[in-house]
């Protein structure tokens, strides 16, 4: 049987800020979640407290050798005021499935999801109202014991905190251009590439900062083998329109099994579109580019929904997608997803939690 949760309320909340210049992650609420775990006592004294730092040994584990875990989930206003979670139990089962590859201890998806809607339920009225807005969830995992021995540690902080968000790119969906990546790479295959841990993103920091300098938006990512098949673009996942035919990677282990990339699947599906999930190299953008049926290429994430492609660049030759704008799937995807999110459009596969 769970602990009680225990909650512990702000003596000083803060003004709420302003819709229309949230950005990406800047701002936090007044709360945030914390759990603890301990070897031979399992996770305990789970509680709401006023957000804040964390005090941690500067010997932490963490702090070292990395041993960390996150996600990435919203909350949405809908117009009629009511408080949306989109597929929360798809998160914290990924959350547990990390944390295994990571030697980390198990936590119940099922609590886990309870505990963050508890925290959604304090922080309610922090769900921006304005369209486009929406809370970000950010549950994390870090291992705390102060040991500098290479071993998993024996204490945990799982701890969630919440922001509240506009839209991930400023100026909202618009196509961007992409760099493919010759060189460096951010996961291979047998690593950690499908896992949410912060060591890709730290792996992703240095090629992403070279490609913006040279004016690029994101990386796309190949293999780490070959350097020839897609793998991911920026931090999200990837498809391609060919021809009548939707491609993106399947996941082989080096590349994150996003949820948004689920409902991306299975909405083509119901829509009776052919969408395949199989490798694709960058030889064959170049061959369906001169034939004139590269249609689409977009990456798919929590945090943008969808963000379609205008060009890509690869060792000095450029291949723009479609006409340059957003492609019709890339639109009926976005319309679709972010109206369930919003409940103004029905949700047959129950994606969708109130809370
Ligand atoms: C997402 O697309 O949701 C991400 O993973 C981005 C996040 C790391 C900011």
Redesign the pocket.
């Known amino acids: 049987m769970a602990e009680t949760l225990r909650i512990e309320r702000t003596t000083t909340p803060r003004a709420r800020p302003n819709e229309t210049d949230l950005g ?2 800047r701002q936090f609420t007044d709360h945030m979640l914390v759990v603890e775990y301990d070897e031979g006592r399992g996770w305990h004294s789970p509680r709401i407290v006023p957000y804040g730092p964390i005090a941690l040994d500067p010997a932490a584990a963490v702090l070292h050798y990395g041993q960390e875990l996150f996600e ?1 989930m919203k909350a949405f206003r809908g117009k009629d005021g009511n408080v949306r979670l989109f597929r929360p139990d798809k998160n914290c089962r990924r959350m547990n499935e990390g944390a295994a590859r990571l030697c980390m201890p198990e936590f119940d998806p099922a609590w886990m999801e309870e505990l963050i809607t508890e925290l959604i339920r304090v922080e309610e009225d922090w769900v921006p109202r304005s369209p486009g807005t929406a809370l970000y969830i950010r549950p994390t995992m870090i291992a705390t014991e102060p040991f500098l021995g290479v071993r998993p540690s024996k204490k945990y902080t799982f701890f969630v905190i919440l922001s509240p968000v506009g839209s ?1 790119f400023s100026g909202g969906m618009a196509p961007v251009k992409i760099w493919v990546e010759p060189k460096y790479v951010r996961a291979a295959r047998g690593g950690l590439g499908a896992v ?1 841990t912060g060591a890709n ?1 730290a792996a992703s920091l240095l090629a992403a900062e070279q490609a913006k300098k040279a004016g690029y938006a994101q990386v796309l990512w190949l293999d780490a083998a070959e350097h020839r098949w897609f793998e991911e673009v920026g ?2 996942n990837l498809f391609v329109k060919i021809g009548d035919e939707i491609v993106t990677p399947p996941l082989g282990g080096s590349i994150l099994d996003g949820v ?1 990339r689920d409902s991306v699947i299975t909405l083509l599906r119901d829509w009776g579109m052919k969408v395949v999930e199989r490798p694709i190299a960058i030889e064959e953008i170049a061959t369906s580019f001169s034939r004139g049926e590269l249609h689409e290429i977009f990456g798919t ?4 929904v969808i963000s379609p492609v205008k060009e890509l660049a690869f060792r000095g030759e450029s291949f723009v997608v479609g006409n340059g704008e957003i492609g019709p799937v890339a639109r009926r995807l976005y319309d679709t997803i972010t109206g369930i999110q919003a409940g103004t459009l029905a949700d047959p596969h129950e994606w969708v939690r109130s809370i």
Do not use: H, S, V
């Open positions: 990406f992650g990435g991930y949410k993103y931090t999200m948004t994430g929590t945090a943008a």
